[in-house]
């Protein structure tokens, strides 16, 4: 029996008092090891087979190969006419005609056609044998029809049978298929294919996988199930979805161990791949192009802080306001019946036709968001999409998206001062609060951008109102995440899924947001009558960075860095830092803690290279501290990093 549910159980392995209409009986497998439990009943040998790698459907494979076979037959048939006509009537005493060619005039009556229909019967009696050993007469016959014919074979020339082996698309070879049929096709598994640059087909599935279980956690602008079937179970793939594919393949060959995928290779596949992804969405303003724009740049940024990423932002966070991503709209209008003679109208999105299609351009603006946030953070730049002109609701629980399940969360009036106008809490998941509480961290950037006369008694009675405003936003908010979630080191111990790692960035970004705030009056940089270091934000500080030590220990411990995003890392980045600060302002020995996060953030560089810079940098600082002990040298290079 093999170890499978639902397996069959051929007839003889049944009593003879058998009824003849229950010759298959088909019963559970409970894959209890070493023998299930039918076969330990009934004395038999119980077999469990290995499990096989995603394929397409059967049925199209059997087609397709009934296909080529069909063909190759033909093509088999043809050549042998065309090798006899060249052995019996082409000979050296004919005369070529015009470019060389033998006319057809020329040729005796006897000179069988190549145009005759070839019989289906003689198709038939080809077998697969004669197939397989005529393939190297059908080769020589091509060699011979130029010699015969008398003049160069071209130095470009293709037989008509390698022409048939590039028309096969390569996704439809499967990863068991025989080497000869390889061969005939010309498409090998273990070399990249030349037209689309993807990988081979078990692959870029396994690919695909593991960018839902590291990538679309933390980043949830696509659904698993539709984006399988329209990968994968559609007998045609369209170009937009085709892209999507090389821009999922271009993030994640990072957290592929397959050993076809060499240093070489890794480079080839994510060059093209990316390539192609930015040439489609230059061209391309649509839901589609957007979303892969949007991992390709979860993609550069996680690899290096760059202008690249930056640009990359700014073309997405153009496009979305053109396309009116960013407004929420509860009533939809019918379209004009007129043409638009605006050029922005005229490319404008149409109205969304189902609920779970709006909850996808939801996401997708609050994506870029959370990008547009993390890559601003530590410049002294403005955010592209600004708080002002946005009026999205926030995204719903990845589970009602997946379910298509219409629901309402929790939207504002963003102007000024947010004003609740709908509040449903519970519908809300880890990418909405995570959405919140950059929107404080936001107000916080601007917060500490802002130009305060300290001569001024007003400005900074006004300064001191507006951190003590944030500080309380920050206390209410983390007192209203679900229970569960407020004990995340527990959580990180009993579930350790990808799921929980949701959470675990979300704790993060909160630590960052703390440190943001608090440090500015902790650790301030001109200090006066005004501006002295208050021991209230320092215990703040410091309690967060102990916190963020606390859980990221646990992450390391139960295997789940590389379910964390680059988010995280700037987190830690943030968090060291403020070690660095703290002894420069109290003039003492950096904490031992921070060795800790230059090994997490050098673990975390095998997935997102970004990570490993910030503890190139972190290190030399430490190294050049620790040289200079506690001298003014040492203090003023901790000081500049503070600056």
């Not at 708080?387 to 504002?412: G, Q």
């Not at 295997?559 to 964390?564: V, Y």
Request: glycine fraction near 4%; hydrophobic fraction near 35%.
């Amino acid at each position: 029996m093999q170890g499978e549910e639902g397996a069959y159980l051929p007839s003889q392995v049944l009593p003879a008092s058998t009824p003849a209409d229950r010759i298959l009986l088909k019963v559970k497998c409970d894959r209890a090891e070493p023998s299930c439990g039918w076969c330990a009943r009934n004395s038999r040998i119980c077999v469990y087979k290995e499990r096989k790698r995603p394929e397409f459907r059967a049925s199209y494979g059997r087609e397709l190969e009934e296909k080529i076979n069909r063909m190759e037959a033909l093509l088999h048939v043809l050549g042998r006419r065309l090798e006899d006509h060249i052995v019996d009537h082409v000979g050296a005493n004919q005369t070529p005609g015009p470019n060389g060619l033998t006319s057809a005039s020329q040729l005796p009556d006897s000179t069988p056609s190549l145009g005759v229909p070839v019989s289906l019967s003689n198709i038939a009696d080809s077998t697969p044998q004669d197939m397989r050993t005529s393939d190297t007469r059908w080769s020589d016959s091509i060699d011979n029809l130029y010699d015969g014919m008398q003049y160069s074979r071209p130095p470009d020339a293709m037989s008509i049978q390698s022409m048939v082996g590039m028309d096969t698309p390569d996704t439809f070879i499967r990863p068991d298929q025989p080497a000869s049929s390889l061969r005939r096709s010309e498409f090998d598994s273990r070399s990249p294919p030349l037209e689309s640059g993807l990988p081979p087909h078990d692959l870029t599935y396994t690919l695909v996988d593991l960018y839902f279980k590291h990538v679309n956690p933390w980043c949830p602008i696509l659904d698993r199930g539709a984006t399988f079937d329209a990968l994968f179970q559609s007998s045609t793939v369209e170009e937009s979805d085709r892209v999507l594919l090389h821009a999922i393949i271009a993030t994640t060959m990072r957290f592929s161990t397959d050993p076809r995928l060499t240093p070489d290779s890794r480079k080839q596949y994510h060059e093209a791949s990316k390539e192609k992804v930015q040439q489609y969405g230059l061209k391309h303003a649509n839901m589609r192009a957007l979303q892969c724009l949007v991992i390709l740049t979860v993609d550069v940024l996680g690899s290096s802080n760059n202008p690249e990423g930056w640009t990359l932002l700014a073309l997405i966070a153009q496009n979305i306001k053109h396309l009116g991503l960013g407004a929420e709209k509860s009533v939809f209008l019918a379209p004009p019946t007129y043409a638009s003679i605006s050029p922005v109208q005229a490319y404008a999105l149409p109205e969304p036709s189902s609920w779970i299609e709006d909850e996808e351009r939801r996401r997708l603006y609050w994506m870029v968001y959370v990008l547009d946030r993390y890559a601003t953070l530590g410049t002294a730049f403005d955010f592209i999409l600004d708080d002002k002109e946005n009026t999205r609701a926030l995204p719903c629980r990845y589970d009602l998206f997946s379910r298509n399940e219409p629901v309402e969360t929790r939207s504002f009036r963003w102007a000024e001062r947010s004003e609740t106008i709908v509040n449903k809490p519970e519908n809300l998941g880890s990418f909405a609060y995570h959405c919140e509480v950059l929107r404080i961290l936001s107000r916080i950037h601007q917060f500490l951008r802002t130009a305060v006369d300290i001569g001024s008694h007003t400005d900074v009675q006004r300064w001191r109102a507006t951190y003590r405003e944030l500080d309380g936003e920050l206390n209410t908010w983390i007192q209203d995440l679900p229970g569960e979630y407020g004990r995340i080191s527990q959580l990180c111990h009993s579930d350790p899924a990808s799921r929980v790692s949701n959470w675990i960035m979300l704790h993060a970004a909160y630590v960052t947001s703390v440190l943001r705030l608090h440090s500015s009056f902790a650790y301030p940089i001109i200090r006066s009558h005004i501006f002295q270091p208050s021991y209230h934000a320092i215990q703040r500080c410091l309690g967060a960075v102990k916190s963020l030590r606390e859980i990221a220990q646990d992450a390391v411990n139960t295997g789940m860095l590389d379910l964390l995003g680059h988010p995280f890392a700037f987190s830690l980045w943030v968090s060291a830092r403020l070690l660095l600060v703290h002894a420069a302002a109290m003039e003492c020995e950096v904490d031992p803690m921070i060795h800790f996060f230059l090994s997490t953030l050098d673990q975390l560089g095998q997935y997102w290279p970004v990570a490993r810079n910030y503890a190139e940098i972190l290190n030399r600082v430490v190294q050049e501290s620790q040289q200079s002990g506690t001298s003014y040298e040492g203090s003023r290079t901790l000081t500049a990093m503070r600056r």
